[in-house]
């Protein structure tokens, strides 16, 4: 009878164990402010989160809460969207249908419960933000002892890779360029070339993309 209810102490105490593990809650405060970058000869107007481009990486595990403070310190409105993450309609990040722009100088909490796993990615949802720096990597890694953690797969160290371009023009004017089928990207920029060249990069040094979390390209 001892031992029983002992044992059933037991369990309950690892239950409330593993209920406080997975409510933690993990909090990002992301500062978004304008900056000036050259990338590709010439001084240009960038969006930089903590300072940095891409915005900074966000980690979890299936169980967290996640708390990302948004800090507006542009002159316009912002927002941020979880791409491909599940979460109650109003923390989506969509200015004007599930919330209102984040206003300049405003700060603006997201709060949602992190419900799966995987590597995705996050980004500005105002204007063209995300083209000028706003996209970042969003990690959800599995809770420890998930019974689909795939030994020698799932337990390597990961290394979030981005991939990205950057051109002077502004993305307002790529956008209506792009909207002209004018072809002017494909003919003029060959993209395909720069595509090439990342794969030279890689094979040649693979060590580029397993030191750091960001390629970046020009054309
Ligand atoms: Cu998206």
Not at 9 to 23: D, H, K, P, Y
Not at 30 to 49: H, M, Q, W
Request: glycine share 6%; hydrophobic share 40%.
């Amino acid at each position: 009878m001892f031992l029983k209810k002992l044992l059933s102490l037991a369990l309950l105490a690892i239950g409330i164990s593993q209920i406080a593990e997975a409510q933690k809650v993990v909090r990002y405060d992301l500062y978004v402010k304008d900056s000036t970058v050259n990338y590709a000869g010439k001084e240009k107007r960038a969006i930089a989160v903590n300072g940095q481009i891409p915005m900074p990486t966000l980690e979890f595990t299936e169980g967290d809460t996640a708390e990302i403070v948004v800090h507006n310190q542009l002159k316009e409105g912002t927002s941020l969207h979880w791409h491909g993450v599940f979460l109650p309609n109003k923390e989506d990040g969509v200015p004007f249908l599930t919330q209102m722009p984040v206003a300049p100088g405003s700060t603006y909490t997201y709060r949602f419960p992190i419900i799966q796993n995987g590597t995705h990615w996050y980004h500005s949802h105002s204007g063209l933000q995300e083209q000028i720096g706003m996209y970042g990597s969003f990690i959800m890694h599995k809770r420890a002892g998930d019974k689909t953690v795939r030994k020698g797969i799932d337990d390597l160290p990961a290394v979030p890779v981005i991939i990205s371009e950057w051109t002077n023009l502004k993305p307002e004017n790529v956008h209506r360029m792009l909207h002209n089928a004018s072809d002017w990207f494909a003919i003029k920029k060959a993209p395909r070339k720069a595509m090439l060249k990342l794969l030279e990069a890689v094979i040649l040094k693979p060590s580029l993309l397993m030191s750091g979390s960001v390629c970046w390209l020009w054309m």
